[in-house]
């Protein structure tokens, strides 16, 4: 067993400090890392390590029971935002990490699993016949008409599949965990079954196959439109009032949103970008730079 050390580690309750724990895990700790501590006479929380101590604590740590991840599930600027949210919302920052986290990564005690993206890809799904087939998505639905379940795990793929982007004449990968993820009721052996049936097809997608956007992550030039559209979102005489930019899909909002933001931050404020579809997530992060 490795040495003691000690770790603060901040947990969804309501207080607004976090608690030392000493670890004797065998493997090193980093600030990211979500553990299992117990908390209180007899309950054991989901919590994340936000800073390793040099010292020991005044008191007797209570030790980390286990840690879930391999590798850190969060940086350290969201641990910063966490702590950010709880300032600006006057909750506690263990608060402010339970409704950031995905329900997906709120893993229970009992759960071996660790929930997390491999280095190597993500489990990822998409409609097996070509898009020319213009056919195969009514005689998919018709052949569900006693599968209920399965049938609205179909509709919502192709709810997340108009924001990703097709590969030729193929239907766009999504991601399980975005298919299954919070809010939703698409089970995975829902969609097991449709691969079973041979209506989605599954494959390990490797994490950058969408980020190749060559070497350069400066801001794309706007066309005309999106300028337009950058011009009014930033309209003085407006500076104080909320704003919608409507487009269809495709039409290149997110390049506004990203100049948008960079303005924003060139003038020390901040920004929070909120993307409808989790597998979009990586996109927007490099985009962005």
Not at 151 to 167: D, H, S, W
Request: charged share 25%; aromatic share 8%; with cysteine.
């Amino acid at each position: 067993m490795a040495a003691a050390r000690w770790v603060d580690v901040v947990v969804p309750v309501p207080v607004r400090t976090a608690f030392t724990y000493a670890w004797s895990l065998d493997r090193e700790p980093e600030p990211g890392l979500r553990v299992f501590v117990p908390f209180g006479r007899n309950r054991v929380l989901l919590g994340v390590v936000i800073a390793v101590r040099p010292d020991a604590p005044d008191y007797p740590a209570k030790e980390v029971l286990r840690c879930v991840d391999e590798h850190p599930s969060f940086q350290r600027q969201q641990l910063a935002l966490w702590y950010w949210m709880a300032e600006y919302y006057l909750c506690a920052p263990g608060e402010a990490m339970a409704a950031s986290m995905p329900g997906f990564m709120q893993v229970e005690p009992d759960d071996e699993s660790t929930y997390t993206l491999r280095d190597d890809g993500v489990w990822s799904l998409r409609f097996a016949a070509p898009r020319h087939d213009s056919d195969a998505v009514n005689r998919a639905f018709a052949s569900l008409s006693r599968a209920k379940l399965q049938a609205e795990a179909l509709l919502r793929y192709f709810q997340l599949a108009l924001e990703a982007e097709p590969e030729d004449n193929r239907h766009p990968w999504v991601a399980v965990a975005a298919l299954t993820a919070e809010g939703s009721d698409v089970k995975p052996a829902h969609l097991s079954a449709l691969v079973e049936r041979g209506i989605l097809e599954r494959e390990l997608r490797p994490l950058d196959r969408s980020l190749d956007l060559g070497d350069s992550l400066s801001l794309p030039e706007l066309s005309p439109a999106q300028q337009a559209a950058l011009d009014a979102l930033e309209a003085k005489e407006h500076a104080q009032l909320p704003k919608l930019l409507w487009g269809a899909t495709g039409s290149g909002k997110t390049e506004v949103y990203l100049h948008l933001a960079a303005h924003a931050l060139e003038e020390g404020k901040h920004v929070l970008l909120m993307v409808p579809e989790i597998g979009l997530v990586p996109q927007v992060v490099q985009r962005a730079g």
